[in-house]
């Protein structure tokens, strides 16, 4: 069964960083598309960036260049580097993973089978 924990959501300043973690089980991380997605209240859950079965990276426009994904121990650990955080940032963020590699919809939530519980990152001005 596949199980993905998030953690290192928390508060901070515009202009700080924060790295997200996710703890991946169940799967062997090469057969699997994984990503990030955010979602604020009263908004759609928006994919921000995701690493595909080829170790490519994708990056939403709204955070490329701020924020980096990586993946470490044979894919069983997902990271999600932010850095310059800004208030439009605040949003619970969640990892989730997917075995459908398709780079078109690599950012689309309704590609992705499992989904994390969510961590909060919450940004002030």
């Known amino acids: 069964q596949v199980q993905l924990v998030e953690s290192g959501g928390g508060s901070v300043q515009a202009g700080g960083s924060l790295r997200l973690s996710c703890t991946a089980s169940?799967?062997?991380?090469?057969?699997?598309?994984v990503g990030w997605f955010r979602q604020a209240p009263g908004k759609e859950r928006e994919g921000i960036s995701a690493?595909?079965?080829?170790?490519?990276?994708k990056y939403a426009d709204s955070v490329r260049g701020r924020f980096t994904i990586s993946q470490h121990n044979a894919a069983s650990t997902l990271y999600l580097q932010m850095n310059s955080l800004k208030p439009e940032d605040t949003a619970m963020y969640y990892c989730?993973?997917?075995?459908?590699?398709?780079?078109?919809?690599?950012?689309?939530?309704?590609?992705?089978?499992?989904w994390g519980q969510g961590t909060q990152v919450t940004v002030s001005s």
């Open positions: 169940g799967y062997t991380g090469s057969n699997y598309c």
């Open positions: 989730a993973a997917t075995p459908t590699s398709l780079w078109q919809s690599l950012l689309s939530a309704a590609r992705y089978n499992y």
């Open positions: 690493i595909d079965r080829a170790g490519n990276e």
